[in-house]
């Protein structure tokens, strides 16, 4: 029996052969390596997903719109008065945005920008 | 042309610093931190730390096939992570501790000579390079 447990259910595929590398020495250390490795999976798993969180919570809308920028992403940009300006993000500057929509470019200041939207399809 | 580019989300510090230089420098398309792999969008590149848990020689193999240049980053010393690279024969190897505008300038390197050419046949004949 395994004083361990089983640990033979996780995903061990990342790991070198599967996971089926052996400890050298005491055949005991095999389990133990196996259970240590899953354990250092699972702490790998909540730091990743600590990452996204704080990534998350750092983010601001001129990061939302350098993806969009990146992306070639059209938007629906609200701004103060109501208004919907579409386009596409051509540029982002420090204070600023540029839309283009069939060739007209809009700069908007982004302390202006109310809401974004994806354009509904 | 700016290739577009992927990281894979990580708690490293060289993923979030990969990501300022990428948004300062603008000199890739930065278009996914993919905490998934289904996360992924059809990218020229993706760079992914050996301390992703769901990162398999058999995932790096499937981006590959796909035209997908990847970037492996790997810990000082981490031997394992350089072995599982290897195997899965990406594109370029950095220790976590490089700059991140000389991974930028290895991403735009690797992917700009096969950015005009059709997607999925562009990465035979090379060699994986590391960089410590």
Redesign the interface.
């Known amino acids: 029996m395994d004083p361990l447990g089983d640990v033979s259910g996780g995903d061990v ?4 052969e599967g996971g089926r590398d052996r400890l050298h020495g005491h055949p005991d250390l095999d389990a133990l390596g196996r259970r240590l490795r899953l354990e250092m ?1 699972e702490t ?2 909540a ?6 969180v704080s ?1 998350q919570r750092r983010s601001t809308i001129r ?1 939302r719109f ?2 969009a920028e ?2 070639a992403e059209s938007l629906n940009v609200e701004v103060v008065d109501g208004s919907d300006i579409h386009g596409t993000i051509a540029a982002v500057g420090a204070d600023h945005i540029v839309v283009v929509h069939h060739g007209r470019h809009c700069w908007v200041a982004l302390q202006h920008v109310v809401a974004v939207r994806r354009p509904t399809p | 042309m700016r290739p ?1 580019l992927a990281t894979v ?3 490293r510090p060289w ?2 610093g990969l990501v300022q230089a990428a ?1 300062d420098t603008g000199l890739v ?3 996914a ?1 993919c ?1 998934n792999p289904v996360d992924l969008p059809i990218v020229d590149a993706v760079v992914a730390g050996s ?6 020689v ?1 995932g790096i193999r499937r981006w590959r096939r796909a035209g997908i240049a990847v970037v492996g980053m790997f810990p000082l010393g981490d031997r ?1 992570a350089i ?2 690279f290897c195997r899965a024969e990406v594109d370029q190897l950095f220790c976590d501790r490089a700059d991140p505008l000389v991974i930028l300038r290895a991403v735009r390197d690797l992917v700009s000579p096969r950015l005009p050419t059709e997607r999925g046949s562009l990465n035979r004949g090379r060699t994986a390079g590391t960089h410590r």
């Open positions: 595929s990342g790991w070198p999976d790998l798993r730091e990743q997903y600590a990452a996204r990534a990061d350098l993806l990146d992306r | 577009s989300m990580s708690p993923e979030a948004v398309r930065l278009l931190r905490y301390e992703v848990p769901w990162l398999t058999d394992p072995e599982m």
